[in-house]
């Protein structure tokens, strides 16, 4: 029972902070600073995301087929490459190394 308690309590918290979203005043949203920081958030956090899912496993600091994969992507995106590819050649690294042997 406590357990949905806790579950509604979260929803509500996170319903009253979209909320405040609509309280900020446009002139704060409209100001060219607030948009370089909100996108500097963004790639901030996509990029700890990745690392996060691409070193660690449960809560343990790994090194897998996932660092390989990784890695390649990360050579595609240093050419350009368009971003389907960047995702191919990633897979392709990890099953590479998966067939190498790697776990």
């Given amino acids: 029972m406590s357990l949905w308690i806790w579950v509604l309590v979260a ?9 405040l ?4 005043p ?4 409209a ?3 607030m948009s370089r920081v909100a996108g ?3 790639i901030g956090l996509l990029a700890s995301l990745t690392v996060v899912n691409a070193a660690a496993t449960g809560t ?15 050579v595609a995106l240093w050419f350009k ?13 990890a099953a590479g190394l998966r067939l190498l042997g790697w776990p």
């Fill in 60 to 74: 343990a600091v790994v090194l897998d087929a996932r660092a390989g994969a990784l890695a390649a992507a990360a």
């Fill in 31 to 33: 100001n060219p600073r």
């Fill in 40 to 42: 500097t958030l963004t």
């Fill in 81 to 93: 490459a368009p971003f389907l590819l960047v995702v191919l050649v990633g897979a392709l690294a």
């Fill in 26 to 29: 446009a002139k704060v949203l």
């Fill in 11 to 19: 929803a509500l918290l996170a319903y009253l902070t979209k909320l």
């Fill in 21 to 24: 979203g609509y309280l900020v």
